[in-house]
């Protein structure tokens, strides 16, 4: 069974970058749709950014503005969001999740995730 362990998050001044870490294990083969959500407090979850490890072709949430950038590195079996421009209002728990595909059309912010990390907490000061 796949578990997800999610690190990097910290308490930073507005304006920084964060590189968070999600490390896949008991990775039984084949390609995964590989997600970042966040959940601030009170409020629902929210996807972030997918890639699809087939083809590495990434796609992020259009609502967001593009200070995230989301990307592999297979060999570690590591997914990474890179947090540029921290603002306050990006406060919040976020989650690494992983769901089997065979097709990278299938990976997408609004898919299903079945399976989920711990959350890495990230807070940001004005």
């Known amino acids: 069974q796949v578990q997800l362990v999610e690190s990097g998050g910290d308490s930073v001044q507005a304006g920084g970058s964060l590189k968070l870490s999600c490390v896949v294990s008991?990775?039984?083969?084949?390609?995964?749709?590989m997600g970042w959500f966040r959940q601030a407090s009170g409020t629902a979850r929210e996807g972030i950014a997918v890639?699809?490890?087939?083809?590495?072709?990434?796609s992020y949430n259009a609502a967001l503005v593009r200070r995230f950038t989301i990307s592999l590195d297979t060999a570690k079996f590591t997914t990474y969001l890179q947090i540029d421009s921290l603002k306050p209002e990006d406060t919040a728990m976020y989650y690494c999740?992983?769901?089997?595909?065979?097709?990278?059309?299938?990976?997408?912010?609004?898919?299903?995730?079945?399976?989920w990390g711990q959350g890495t907490q990230v807070t940001v000061s004005s």
């Open positions: 890639i699809y490890t087939g083809t590495r072709k990434a």
């Open positions: 999740a992983a769901q089997p595909a065979s097709y990278g059309g299938d990976c997408h912010t609004g898919g299903y995730f079945g399976t």
């Open positions: 008991g990775d039984s083969g084949g390609n995964y749709c």
